[in-house]
């Protein structure tokens, strides 16, 4: 943001010295003090003062009737594109940033506890409970072990147990989305998030299905098409985003990344989380209006460091607080 330059509030400048010496200038050589000017005073300028300035009447307004609106008419209006910058631009001037987040840790704990983590311990504890339980009562006494129906039922319970903690933690990742775009604005527009669970579920499981096929190596490919989905479900007044990115271009910058975080013991991830953040706002698009990500490795390392301590040392309670403040930091470098 601009800032004005104001005066530095400084009179003017005494010469060195202070006063002259002797307690003053004294009177001038030859006593009496200086006297009128010759000729009886100034007097009146010649032809009986200054009068008014040639063609009479005054100075009058300037030509063309005063100052009036500038050519055009109107006004001067606002500026050129409504006031945002164009794409690319940098950050808006006055306003913030091209991007912001207004949400926060408090509110968004309560989203986090009751639509991700009760709901998963609940089918933990549901479910996990149940096969264990059956698998008590079936056992027998000399081998210790539970008996073939016994470990069948156990089984397959422990099977749903983990489709279950599958589908409500989607269902979950839906509502910390839905956290997220509600709480952000796009050009001074707020946006609106419309996607539901099911829709997610349908978007992500095939391409799930096939990162785990290929061990991984279809990662980026299932990221871009993940991010296509979502930022189509979000209305910004209007607007929808778009996201171009595909699965080729990240692949590089996935796989360097990846490598790089594992030999580092985790220490590269700022520099891959920024690397990332760069190709999803640099491939995303409002009505045709590109954003750009200003990436900051070092002012991101040390949040993601005081995060990561205080979330060990609350137990992970800190997470919601941790997750606020990561948004709010990616809001902040968009432009």
């Not at 991101?300 to 930091?329: K, R």
Request: neutral net charge; proline residues 9%; aromatic residues 14%.
């Amino acid at each position: 943001m601009m800032q004005i330059p104001g005066s530095n509030g400084l009179g003017p400048v005494h010469a060195a010295g202070g006063y002259p010496p002797g307690g003053g200038y004294g009177a001038p050589p030859g006593g009496g003090g200086y006297g009128a000017p010759p000729g009886g005073g100034f007097g009146a300028p010649p032809g009986g003062g200054f009068g008014p300035p040639p063609g009479g009447g005054g100075f009058g307004a300037p030509p063309g009737g005063g100052f009036g609106p500038p050519p055009g008419g109107g006004g001067y209006g606002a500026p050129p594109g409504g006031g945002y910058p164009p794409p690319g631009g940098g950050m808006m001037m006055g306003g913030g940033g091209r991007v912001n987040y207004s949400g926060g840790g408090g509110s968004l704990f309560s989203v986090y506890l009751l639509g991700l983590f009760l709901p998963i311990l609940g089918v933990e504890l549901v479910l996990g409970g149940s096969a264990a339980a059956v698998m008590a009562a079936t056992r027998d006494s000399a081998t210790n072990q539970p008996s073939a129906a016994g470990g069948v039922l156990g089984g397959l319970l422990l099977l749903l147990m983990y489709v279950g903690i599958f589908f409500v933690a989607i269902a979950g990742m839906n509502k910390l989305l839905k956290y997220y775009w509600d709480n952000i604005t796009i050009e001074g527009k707020r946006c609106a998030y419309h996607g539901t669970a099911g829709g997610l579920i349908s978007t992500m499981i095939v391409p799930l299905l096939i990162t785990m096929c290929t061990m991984g190596i279809y990662t980026p490919w299932y990221i871009c098409k993940m991010k296509s989905w979502i930022y189509s479900q979000v209305d910004v007044s209007g607007e929808r985003l778009a996201y171009n990115g595909d699965g080729g271009s990240l692949l590089g910058i996935w796989l360097l990344g990846s490598i790089l975080t594992s030999l580092t013991f985790g220490i590269y991830f700022p520099w891959y989380h920024n690397n990332l953040l760069e190709y999803e706002w640099n491939n995303t698009s409002i009505s045709g209006r590109g954003f750009r990500f200003q990436k900051d490795p070092g002012g991101f390392f040390g949040m993601w460091l005081l995060n990561t301590l205080l979330m060990v040392c609350t137990c992970f309670i800190y997470t919601p607080w941790a997750i606020s403040n990561q948004w709010e930091w990616e809001a902040k470098h968009i432009s």
